[in-house]
């Protein structure tokens, strides 16, 4: 499967943004998928997950609240919804994809054998 991640851009603080994460070659079915993140200086960050034919998602706990992540089965296409955000969430946004990943896995990038390019988000204060 081919991820193609899309939606960043420059925001103010306070802003929304909602990135989405598009499927090519295969179709989302049986997939997990996540977000992930690096802020500049950092380590990658899980951000949430979904398992697509369940719905099951987890959310980083530092994020509850603000992002949430979903899918639509006729877009074949992941979303996180990204609410008031702040200048800590500048980060390149990476969605990431791959089968058979147990629940307790879902936060661990290893996991994941699949990734698209990420899109940049910047968030001015």
């Known amino acids: 499967v081919q991820l193609q991640a899309s939606g960043g851009g420059l925001v103010q603080a306070g802003d929304s943004l909602r990135l989405s994460c598009a499927a090519s070659g295969s179709p989302f079915n049986g997939y997990s998928i996540g977000w992930f993140r690096r802020a500049p200086g950092k380590e990658r960050e899980f951000v949430a997950a979904i398992r697509w034919n369940s719905r099951t998602t987890v959310h980083a706990d530092s994020l509850k609240g603000r992002f949430t992540i979903s899918r639509d089965r006729s877009q074949n296409t992941v979303y996180l919804q990204m609410n008031s955000l702040g200048p800590e969430d500048t980060a390149v946004y990476y969605c990431?994809?791959?089968?058979?990943?147990?629940?307790?896995?879902?936060?661990?990038?290893?996991?994941?054998?699949?990734w698209g390019q990420g899109t940049k988000v910047t968030v001015s204060s």
């Open positions: 990431a994809a791959d089968r058979s990943i147990i629940y307790s896995s879902l936060t661990n990038p290893e996991q994941y054998h699949y």
